[in-house]
């Protein structure tokens, strides 16, 4: 299907442009968001028509998508998740997810809006664009933790799932020390029982001969 952009849709064309699409993607997407027009006679002349009136509607909301970019600049949004001890999350965070933190930390953003190749399933920072006009977008930070503090060392630079790996080395090191430990005071032990029972052994033995030497 040709479709008239009535605005720049990306890895597609910019406003006015003619284009040829999948049907599926104008039904689905470009006509019922109002993003394009089908390409017929009359829908390109009633565009012609309204070129003037778009491009400076467009040009309105551009200038206000960049104020509102300027203030969002180096936002980071906390996302308190479970997860196992390699950093793999109970679950994942999505689009909804992120519009929503942005959305509470005082920005309106609607999902449809986040620019999220797939969704997050591990700890960590991981970016997040937000589409705020077809031709502005910004970048959010997406902490993602298993709590605010892990959450404030993430944002420090610290890679908590190496402490947590650095943590179970250290465990398993004292748990294989304290195993030697146990064998080697085991051996010891058992050495020690070796040497008492040698000696009641040879007590009797030496009584016998004794009394021996006192008939004779």
Known sequence: MEVILLERV???GQMGDVVRVRDGFARNYLLPRQKALRATKGNRERFERQRT?????NLTHRQEAEQVAKRMAGVSVVMVRQA???GQLYGSVNARDIAAAVTEAGYTVDRRQVALNQVIKSLGL???????HPEVSVEVKVNVARSQEEAKLQAAG?????????EA????????????AAKLFEE??????????ARDEDEPAAGSSEDQADKE
């Open 10 to 12: 990306e890895n597609l």
């Open 53 to 57: 009136r778009l491009e400076a509607d």
């Open 84 to 86: 196992g001890d390699t």
């Open 126 to 132: 991981h970016p997040a664009r937000l589409v705020l």
């Open 158 to 166: 610290v890679d908590v799932t190496a402490l947590d790996r650095e």
């Open 169 to 180: 080395e250290r465990e398993a090191a004292a748990a294989a020390a304290e195993a030697e």
């Open 188 to 197: 010891q032990e058992d050495a020690a029982r070796a040497v008492v029972s």
